[in-house]
């Protein structure tokens, strides 16, 4: 079984920012792609970033320059340092993990960190 744990989200002003943090745990023999996804209320999940096991980074256009995603393989764990937060940005964050486990790949979920920007 595997389980996946976000961390980092909360409250802060347009401008701010805020480190996410995701940990995968569990039976699992490799880690492929992780990324984060946002859905904000009365709207549709949107991918935010993903990033390979090798780095390989990809970025929603309405992010690309202000937040960056990390990942530390020795960990199974992914990081999105969120910087110029802005209203829009205001969603419930989740993060996903595509792993080997139990002998397939699959990708499994967080249960999501609100991040909430207001003023």
């Known amino acids: 079984q595997v389980h996946v744990v976000e961390s980092g989200g909360g409250l802060v002003q347009p401008g701010g920012s805020l480190r996410l943090s995701c940990a995968a745990s569990g039976s699992i023999f490799s880690i492929g792609v992780m990324g984060w996804c946002r859905q904000a209320p009365g709207k549709e999940r949107e991918l935010v970033a993903t990033i390979t096991s090798g780095m390989s980074t990809n970025y929603a256009h309405s992010v690309k320059g202000r937040f960056t995603i990390s990942r530390d393989n020795a960990k199974n764990t992914v990081y999105l340092q969120m910087n110029s937060l802005e209203f829009e940005d205001t969603a419930v964050y989740y993060c996903?993990?595509?792993?080997?486990?139990?002998?397939?790949?699959?990708?499994?979920w967080g249960q999501g960190t609100q991040v909430t920007v207001y003023s």
């Open positions: 996903s993990s595509y792993a080997f486990a139990s002998g397939i790949w699959n990708t499994y």
